[in-house]
């Protein structure tokens, strides 16, 4: 079990009940440790770009999948077709979360809950220090709207933990100004 998925799983603390969404879940061992939180209840979808990787996560899932709590899709985020909206996103150590473009933590905002929240989790390579990799996911997101709640960190391992853009707020003050006298 990598070090970064049990404690990003254990930050995360998903409850009984939520609906998950893991973007870029590989072999899927998040999935695995998500589906055992929500004791029958709620459901966790993960999604991969590589169809050899979601099939090593639909083995180790099997159970999970046959009674419907798992669902693995192939798939390139943002392009990929995702059913309903989700309590909880995440990704671990996936390049959209990272780099400088909105395309992926935009996307998510739109499958998110209004109470929802964003985990991206990040590991540099060796001898490069946490803090400006947690510094430029918070730009990321905050770029795109969201409001950083925490950033946590573990050994190698950094989760920057966000809340989406309050789209009714946003909607409201764009409507205001657009009927404000100049
Ligand atoms: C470095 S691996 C991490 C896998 C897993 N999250 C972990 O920590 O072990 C990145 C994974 O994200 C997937 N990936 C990267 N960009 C993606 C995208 N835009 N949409 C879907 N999957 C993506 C890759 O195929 C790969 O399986």
Known sequence: MPARIAFAVEAMDPQ?????LEIGCGGGVAVALVCERLRRRGRVVGVDRSATQIDRARRRNRDGVDAGLAELRVGEFPGVDLPGSFDLVFA???????????????????????AGELWVFDEP?????????????????????????????????????????????????????????R
């Not at 009984?16 to 998950?20: I, K, L, R, T, Y």
């Not at 671990?92 to 209004?114: I, Q, Y």
Request: aromatic share 2%.
């Open 125 to 181: 390579p060796p001898g490069l220090a946490l803090g400006p990799v947690s510094m430029r996911i918070s730009a990321l997101l905050s770029r795109c709207g969201y409001a950083i709640v925490d950033i946590v960190e573990r050994e190698r391992t950094v989760g920057v933990r966000a809340a989406p853009p309050d789209v009714t707020a946003s909607s409201a003050a764009t409507a205001a100004a657009a009927t404000s006298p």
């Open 92 to 114: 671990v150590n996936v390049p959209g979360f990272r780099s400088e473009d909105p395309a992926a933590p935009t996307a998510v905002a739109s499958l998110l809950r209004p």
């Open 16 to 20: 009984p009940g939520s609906d998950v």
